[in-house]
Structure formats: structure tokens, C-alpha cells
């Protein structure tokens, strides 16, 4: 089956710990994106990535890293830099090239810190 | 600022009817839209692409995009309580592969 799995579906920290969410495809994309989703919002891009060892910041990128040495895998790490960091974070992918930018998204990981 | 903006509902349609979702958007540059489906709890599903002005159907969905009027749209025909749910747009504005998304639209479809 393609697609894009992320895990854990839950997970639980506390206050000042760094944690680490995995995202893997295997829909061949050369782009991948993180996204983070808080109640009653739209999706608001941290990082993307459109090749192996290269990534920019998105729009709320504080807080975050990422890397990107697979093309399969994009983890992202939430630093306990991160003010508000409980939200539900999403992983998504896409092909690059002539604007077909379709974005496909995995299943989500839920993040809550005390 | 890149912007897109959609009404947040709730939408509320009885079952059978036409369900009509509205997005409009401030970078003229846009070049690519997008309709994705977010059940309670789940993350989106593509539902709806379109690149070029005019219409574009896929069974009981049709999208529908007005550049000129930044102005992009999706119409649910033979609306199914399935359909309940917050469909997002998102719009890519060409510079790169990255997506700007409103922040949704709750549909309700009742019985």
C-alpha cells in the first residue's frame, strides 16, 4: 500500500522535553511538509522540504527542526523552545514540478504537553 | 500577507440539496486550488483540484475558479449526511511547491 504513516497517533510530554514525530512515505514524492493544526483552525506550514538535505521554514518554524537525509522520511522535532506546543500535527507530501502541487496527508500525530 | 478566507459556518443543508462552499483569495499570482475534506478528528482528504478557470466536475462534486474575481468554490450535489464535515481550500501560489489553507468550512448536512 502507498502512503504516508505517522506515529504515534498520541503522544504525551511534559513541559520542557524535546520530542521527536515521524513521518515516512513511500509515494515516491520529493516533497514533504509539516503542518500544525490547533482547534477550530486552519493548518499553518512549520517546515517543507522539496529534496533530500534541503528544507525551509514555513510560516510558524520557532520552536521546530527537521531534517531531511531520506527521501522517505521527514521527522520533526518540537523543542521545548516551543510555547505552545500541544496541537495536532500533520505530515503531508506532494510531487514537485509544472504546479501539480496535490498535497496528501498522513494520518496525524496528537501532541499534548503538561 | 498571503491570505485565504472562507466563511467557518456551520453550513447546514437539508439531505438531497446543494451545498455550496465559498473561498476567496488575496495573491492574484495564485496558479493552483485545491478542496480538501477533514472529518472530526482525522486529517484532510483531497477531494478537488483546479488549475484553469471555469468548472470542473467529479461526480457529485464540482469546483468551480473565477482568478479574475480571486474567487474559487465547491458545490456538493445530492448533499449526504456523510458529507458533514470542514472542507478547507488551500491555494498554491506558484512560487513553490508549499499550499496557504483557509480555515475551513463546517458543513452540516441534515436529515
Known amino acids: 500500500d502507498g502512503g504516508i504513516t505517522q506515529s504515534p497517533k498520541y503522544l504525551f510530554r511534559k513541559e520542557g522535553q524535546n520530542v521527536t514525530l515521524s513521518c515516512e512515505q513511500n509515494?515516491?514524492?520529493?516533497?514533504m511538509y509539516w503542518y500544525r493544526q490547533d482547534p477550530g483552525q486552519g493548518l499553518r506550514l512549520i517546515y517543507y522540504?522539496?529534496?533530500?538535505?534541503?528544507?525551509q521554514k514555513g510560516d510558524i518554524a520557532e520552536g521546530y527542526s527537521v531534517s531531511r537525509e531520506k527521501k522517505e522520511s521527514f521527522p520533526l522535532t518540537v523543542t521545548s523552545a516551543q510555547k505552545n506546543p500541544t496541537a495536532f500535527y500533520l505530515c503531508?507530501?506532494?510531487?514537485?514540478?509544472?504546479?501539480?502541487?496535490?498535497?496528501?496527508f498522513g494520518p496525524g500525530t496528537r501532541l499534548t504537553v503538561t | 500577507q498571503k491570505e485565504v478566507e472562507q466563511n467557518s459556518g456551520p453550513l447546514s443543508v437539508p439531505e438531497g440539496a446543494i451545498a455550496s462552499l465559498n473561498c476567496t483569495y488575496s495573491?492574484?499570482?495564485?496558479?493552483?486550488f485545491f478542496w480538501y475534506r477533514q472529518y472530526s478528528g482525522k486529517s484532510p482528504e483531497l477531494i478537488m483540484s483546479?488549475?484553469?478557470?471555469g468548472d470542473k466536475e467529479d461526480g457529485r462534486f464540482t469546483a468551480q475558479l473565477n482568478k479574475a474575481s480571486q474567487y474559487v468554490s465547491l458545490l456538493i450535489r445530492d448533499s449526504q449526511p456523510s458529507d458533514s464535515a470542514t472542507y478547507l481550500c488551500?491555494?498554491?501560489?506558484?512560487?513553490?511547491?508549499?499550499?496557504?489553507f483557509g480555515t475551513g468550512t463546517r458543513l452540516q448536512v441534515t436529515l
Open positions: 488551500a491555494v498554491n501560489a506558484g512560487t513553490a511547491s508549499k499550499l496557504t
Open positions: 522540504s522539496q529534496i533530500v538535505n534541503d528544507f
Open positions: 509515494l515516491n514524492h520529493d516533497a
Open positions: 503531508a507530501s506532494s510531487i514537485v514540478g509544472q504546479g501539480d502541487y496535490e498535497q496528501y
Open positions: 495573491d492574484r499570482g495564485s496558479q493552483s
Open positions: 483546479i488549475y484553469s478557470n
